[in-house]
Structures are given as C-alpha cells and as structure tokens.
C-alpha cells in the first residue's frame, strides 16, 4: 500500500495542496516523527472514538501529546470511548492497519483537532500507510481544517 487513494481524492477536491514524505517504516506516530526527521509535535495523529450509539468521530492532535478523554467528553458533552481496532480496520480499509490519515472528512467522518496544531508551520500525518507522510503548510492544514471542530482537549506526553 501507499498513499491513500480517499485522501489523495479528497485533498486534489478541496484544492488542498501537499506534498509527501518518504521514511522507513515505523508503527507509532513518535517513531514516525523520529524516522521522517521532524518534531514531533508536528505529526498530527488520529484516534477514533466512537459513543454509546456507535458513531464515531476522529480526534486529531500532536503525537507529542496524549488524548485527555475527559476534556474531550467535557467540551463535546458527550461520552465517547477508544472505538475497537477491528472496526477502524474496516473503515480504513485502503489503509494499512494503524496508519490512519488524520483526515476524518475524506472518510466522511466527524471529526475535531486539538488547537496546539494550529501553532505549528508545518503539519505532517500519516498517509495511509506507515512509510509515508503528508505535508500541509500551515495554510493548508488551515484550510483543510476550516470547517472542523476544534478545542484543546490534548496533555503532555513524555518520552
């Protein structure tokens, strides 16, 4: 697998330009980060969570950062949980398991990003595989990002 083909569809639609970053495969978005030669507060990751009715909603953030649920269930009012691995295989079934592209909207997907990701120049995030990464500038991620959601819902991580 590679890129995506619903991502690459999605970003040439919304006249979302980008380029792609090639690295050695790796299976966690910090060892993504440390491979691709970027910080890592600049690799957006992608966590699907799901509520008690089985909708889902993707959560975007630095993979620098943890998921704080708690802030996350506070600020949407809702009581959301980790949606099981099997189910988000199925709904990124163009991707290799765990290499999801933080690109909720290409997968027609709810979604809400942590704001720290609007601090940065540059964005990178997976593309659908765990050997290559999509690039946004900070203009891009903007727009891309424009009509999503968005909160700080993210805490420290340390390494």
């Given at each position: 697998m590679s890129i995506s083909t619903r991502v690459t569809s999605y970003l040439d639609e919304q006249d979302i330009k980008y380029d792609t970053l090639n690295h050695f495969h790796t299976n966690t978005a910090a060892g993504t980060a440390l491979a691709a030669h970027i910080l890592s507060k600049s690799m957006a990751k992608a966590v699907v969570l799901e509520d008690h009715d089985n909708h889902h909603l993707m959560a975007i953030l630095p993979a620098d950062k943890k998921l704080s649920l708690r802030k996350l269930n506070k600020t949407l009012d809702l009581d959301l949980?980790?949606?099981?691995?099997?189910?988000?295989s199925t709904m990124f079934s163009d991707c290799e398991d765990g290499a999801v592209p933080a690109v909720g909207q290409a997968y027609n997907m709810n979604s809400i990003y942590d704001e720290a990701l609007d601090e940065l120049d540059d964005v990178y995030f997976e593309a659908g595989d765990h050997e290559t990464?999509?690039?946004?500038?900070k203009a891009q991620f903007g727009k891309l990002m424009s009509k999503t959601k968005h909160s700080r819902f993210s805490s420290e991580t340390y390494y």
């Amino acid at each position: 697998m590679s890129i995506s083909t619903r991502v690459t569809s999605y970003l040439d639609e919304q006249d979302i330009k980008y380029d792609t970053l090639n690295h050695f495969h790796t299976n966690t978005a910090a060892g993504t980060a440390l491979a691709a030669h970027i910080l890592s507060k600049s690799m957006a990751k992608a966590v699907v969570l799901e509520d008690h009715d089985n909708h889902h909603l993707m959560a975007i953030l630095p993979a620098d950062k943890k998921l704080s649920l708690r802030k996350l269930n506070k600020t949407l009012d809702l009581d959301l949980h980790l949606a099981d691995e099997e189910q988000v295989s199925t709904m990124f079934s163009d991707c290799e398991d765990g290499a999801v592209p933080a690109v909720g909207q290409a997968y027609n997907m709810n979604s809400i990003y942590d704001e720290a990701l609007d601090e940065l120049d540059d964005v990178y995030f997976e593309a659908g595989d765990h050997e290559t990464l999509i690039h946004l500038t900070k203009a891009q991620f903007g727009k891309l990002m424009s009509k999503t959601k968005h909160s700080r819902f993210s805490s420290e991580t340390y390494y």
